[in-house]
């Protein structure tokens, strides 16, 4: 059976939003899905405690909310709900470890919101081993339009971007839309600058004709297995967040890559997902690749 879809709820408008996209998501792609909530039981420092029973109450009538949301538009969907006895990193780092996706909810144009509050929502994204995809919701509403391309950004050579590029594909023929594959590109610095990276750039008749060969060939393979999905090539000059950025308006989904790497301080998102996650209107799928 396919992995589920798994979306995380705490009752705010924006997590609503995103269990709506997730819903979406699983009856285009034919999967079930699962919807979740971490709740530990903690006293509350406040005048008034509030006691377990209490509190575990609150947390379930969250998620039946949820629950309920999803199987009004979406009668047929297999949904499975659950409140996750953790925290809200390790619950949803655990679940997206046996999903093909997890879905969030954001807020505005800010910093991650939603299930997850600042830092908290970067941390998941830096380190899920599945793709994590962030709704962007203004008012409880998802800000996808009914038509438009799935934007995906491509870099370096085709087996960096196997993973970002089969999501893209994947993603339009589901929703039976185009794939816009973007590539940026910037003139070499004089630190960057070799012989042989100009050669191969002199025997392609110039820069962006080989930025443009190299979006080609890793497209390749993608092209044959969806032969269906039509594609746009996008190479412009320009930093790649600033690039993704000025298509992302016409766009149902924006799929970014996030390379996987450990770091003595830390994991990473990178500049790209950073940007994209933090200022694209449309949701944003940030899938991780060695």
Same mark, same amino acid.
């Given at each position: 059976m396919s992995r589920a879809i798994t979306v995380g709820v705490d009752g705010s408008a924006e997590s609503l939003a995103a269990a709506d996209w997730a819903a979406r998501e699983a009856a285009l792609r034919g999967v079930p899905l699962r919807v979740v909530h971490a709740w530990l039981w903690q006293p509350l420092d406040v005048p008034l405690v509030q006691d377990r029973q209490t509190q575990a109450d609150s947390a379930d009538a969250v998620l039946r909310e949820a629950e309920r949301r999803v199987a009004g538009h979406h009668p047929d969907l297999p949904v499975t709900a659950e409140v996750v006895p953790d925290t809200a990193v390790a619950a949803l780092l655990s679940e997206a470890e046996r999903s093909s996706m997890l879905v969030l909810g954001s807020r505005g144009h800010g910093a991650l919101a939603g299930f997850l509050l600042g830092s908290y929502g970067q941390q998941v994204i830096a380190e899920a081993d599945r793709p994590v995809v962030s709704v962007r919701a203004r008012a409880g509403q998802v800000r996808e339009p009914a038509s438009g391309e799935v934007v995906v950004g491509q870099q370096g050579a085709p087996q960096d971007s196997d993973a970002v590029l089969g999501f893209a594909f994947e993603a339009a023929a589901a929703r039976g839309a185009a794939v816009r594959a973007v590539r940026a590109w910037s003139l070499?610095?004089?630190?960057?600058?070799?012989?042989?990276?100009?050669? %191969?750039?002199?025997?392609?008749?110039? %820069?962006?004709?080989?930025?443009?060969?190299?979006?080609?060939?890793? %497209?390749?393979?993608?092209?044959?297995?969806?032969?269906?999905?039509?594609?746009?090539?996008?190479?412009?000059?320009?930093?790649?967040g600033q690039v993704l950025l000025s298509v992302a308006p016409r766009a149902q989904l924006l799929v970014v890559g996030r390379r996987v790497r450990r770091s003595p301080v830390g994991t990473r998102i990178g500049s790209v997902a950073h940007a994209a996650l933090h200022h694209a209107p449309c949701p944003v799928a940030v899938v991780p690749h060695d």
């Open positions: 070499p610095t004089v630190f960057t600058y070799s012989p042989g990276s100009m050669r %191969l750039a002199d025997e392609a008749g110039g %820069l962006e004709p080989y930025e443009r060969k190299a979006l080609g060939q890793a %497209l390749a393979p993608w092209r044959d297995r969806f032969p269906d999905v039509p594609v746009v090539e996008h190479v412009e000059i320009g930093s790649a």
